[in-house]
């Protein structure tokens, strides 16, 4: 976990929020985003850079100005311009940026003219209509803000896969090279190791020598991202992360087992959960005249399994059921009857279907995001840009489109026998269910993925005829990221997925589970829905720039919880078995 450039991406980004509101220019508003984009995005770690002015500056996008403040920062770990920002506005005010649809402009209004200083105090103010007499706020921009509001607060502290698996695999490769302790066995549990897309807290599991419960506990408190200590003991050690940008409100809990090797595999089911499963498996031992506990599976006093989870299961007659299934559906009964779907793996996937270049609202070239497919191992990528009602996004007009193209074949050539690349689109289903560019233009192209990006408070009749239109588009392969959800920031489109799973699977196209853990859209259920119906499923990372295609194991894990084979995933084909497939979309 690189802590120290998330640290300094977030006080960036926070600096370029408090600018906004107390408006001030908006050239270092762009330049501190763009700095704290850049170190979120950096593989190399600025701490091991160190206060380096000439290396700090080659780094793309870290000029002169802000080297300065990052070595300020490594010097003495604060930021005296963060600081004297921050100082002016209410220290509750930049919570108010996380309630979607609230930006800086209104955070501005809301503080100067509203006298809200928390979103405490905004939730009190919202209860009635008193905030509708400030320039610019009227009564349905209240409503979308209470909506907006409520959905921030059911998130519950939940916090995406996409932001608690890079902090629970930290954690474990510190734990399994403690100095001189003798550590058999690290592993993750819980929610984040059956792939949910939002996460409670980490649970961390070692199998050690009972000795040394009590030294990996001290080491693991005095890590570097750990806060507050909840509790601490040899077996179980409880903490809070530091957060990434100091004032916000708090980090993740971490839960530590220790326990020794022979109960290794029944600790981690026990702490694997869910719970329910957990449930149905003691009452299932209890029917055997057996006792399950996280200790093992007992007979009497005596241990008949408990070393390893096929162990446990198998003596439960049982087949191993992946974590992503232990959600006590019907995995039980299936692995009795040996029936459980052979779940596909991260390397049955061999292609990238979405993807965008600097030609719209990527950060890297057609060149290198080839290169970091190629890195992959996959045979096929599509490069699929946005289209042109995008303009946030810099989607493609027709005529730049065009080049595009050519752009993306020559590239296409040059890199042949490495790797095929497909000129695709990101084509925009319009609030209607048109496509954002005439079928002229899309039989151009290779391959075509549809998504909604705009009108995504639509209600669910409008969504589905939305959607239908765009599944019957004889142009369209793949329909993206279907609903337009942003987990813990938008509830997105609520279509009749059934409606929609049916008209796909008559038209024999695909959807994407987008492995963006923003997204995971397709959800877990909608996937497992859309393989009912027969649909074939891709699997996607969106990727803009080079760490997104890191995001690919959270669209796998998600696949899996929907019980998906490789045979259901189009990622999964063999080049010209996609090639065909793709052709049979495409009448
Ligand atoms: P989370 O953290 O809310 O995302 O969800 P989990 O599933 O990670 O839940 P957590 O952290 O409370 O507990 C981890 C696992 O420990 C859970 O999946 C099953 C097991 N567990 C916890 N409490 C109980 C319990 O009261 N009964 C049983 N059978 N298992 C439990
Ligand atoms: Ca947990
Ligand atoms: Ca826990
Ligand atoms: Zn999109």
Not at 65 to 75: D, P, T, V
Not at 278 to 300: H, T, Y
Not at 553 to 567: D, F, L, N, W
């Amino acid at each position: 976990m690189a802590t120290t450039n998330a640290q300094l991406a977030a006080l960036f980004a926070r600096m370029a929020d408090v600018m906004q509101i107390i408006g001030v220019d908006g050239f270092r508003v762009n330049a501190y985003r763009k700095v704290s984009r850049v170190l979120e995005d950096l593989s190399e770690d600025i701490a091991k850079i160190g206060p380096d002015m000439k290396r700090l500056t080659e780094i793309d996008g870290i000029g002169k100005g802000s080297a300065e403040r990052i070595i300020e920062f490594l010097k003495t770990g604060r930021m005296k311009d963060h600081d004297d920002l921050v100082s002016q506005i209410p220290p509750g005010l930049p919570a108010l940026l996380d309630i979607s649809g609230l930006g800086p402009k209104t955070a501005a209004l809301l503080w100067k003219e509203g006298g809200i200083e928390s979103v405490e105090q905004l939730k009190e103010k919202l209860k009635d209509d008193s905030l509708a007499a400030l320039p610019g706020l009227g009564e349905k921009k209240l409503e979308s803000l209470r909506k907006s509001l409520t959905f921030t607060q059911s998130t519950g502290g939940r916090v995406r896969i996409g932001q608690a698996m890079p902090v629970a695999r930290w954690f474990v490769e510190k734990l399994r090279t403690i100095p001189g302790h003798k550590v058999k066995e690290v592993a993750f549990a819980g929610s984040l190791r059956r792939g949910r897309e939002t996460i409670g807290d980490i649970d961390l599991l070692v199998a050690a020598p009972e000795a040394d419960g009590g030294a990996i506990s001290d080491y693991f408190v005095k890590l570097e991202p750990v806060g507050q200590v909840i509790v601490k003991g040899p077996t179980k050690t409880s903490v809070r992360t530091k957060s990434a940008s100091g004032d916000e409100a708090e980090g993740m809990q971490v839960d530590v087992r220790i326990v020794p090797l022979e109960c290794y595999g029944a600790a981690l089911m026990y702490f694997t959960g869910s719970k329910e499963h957990n449930v149905s498996l003691r009452q299932r031992a209890i029917d055997r005249g057996l006792k399950l506990s996280e200790w093992g599976l007992f007979k009497g006093e005596q241990r008949i399994a408990g070393r390893t989870e096929e162990e446990v299961y198998r003596a439960l007659g049982l087949d191993f059921i992946p974590p992503e299934l232990r959600e006590d559906r019907d995995e039980i009964a299936q692995a009795e009857r040996h029936t459980l779907p052979d779940l596909l793996n991260i390397e049955d996937i061999h292609a990238e279907l979405h993807a965008h270049t600097t030609a719209s609202d990527g950060r890297w070239s057609i060149r290198e995001l080839a290169e970091a497919a190629v890195a992959r191992g996959f045979h096929t990528l599509a490069v699929t840009d946005h289209s042109k009602s995008q303009p946030i996004a810099n989607g493609l007009t027709v005529e730049r489109l065009e080049q595009h193209i050519k752009d993306v074949h020559e590239v296409a050539a040059s890199m042949k026998g490495k790797i095929r690349i497909l000129a695709g689109s990101e084509v925009d289903i319009l609030a209607d269910g048109t496509l954002d560019y005439p079928n002229s233009v899309l039989r151009e192209l290779d391959l075509v993925v549809a998504s909604p990006h705009a009108a995504l408070s639509q209600d669910p009749e409008k969504a589905t005829k939305r959607l239908l239109r765009a599944i019957n588009n004889p142009s369209v392969t793949i329909i993206g990221h279907a609903t337009g959800r942003l987990i813990n920031r938008r509830e997105g489109l609520h279509p009749e997925m059934k409606a929609l799973f049916a008209a796909a699977a008559e038209r024999g196209i695909a959807f994407e589970i987008n492995a963006n853990s923003y997204r995971l859209d397709l959800r877990d259920a909608h996937a497992r829905a859309a393989l009912e119906a027969g649909v074939k499923l891709a699997i996607n990372t969106d990727a803009h720039g080079p760490p997104d295609l890191n995001e690919l194991i959270y669209g796998v894990m998600t696949a899996r919880r929907a019980g998906a084979t490789k045979h259901n995933v189009i990622n999964c084909l063999s080049r010209d078995a996609l090639t065909k497939w793709i052709a049979s979309t495409r009448a």
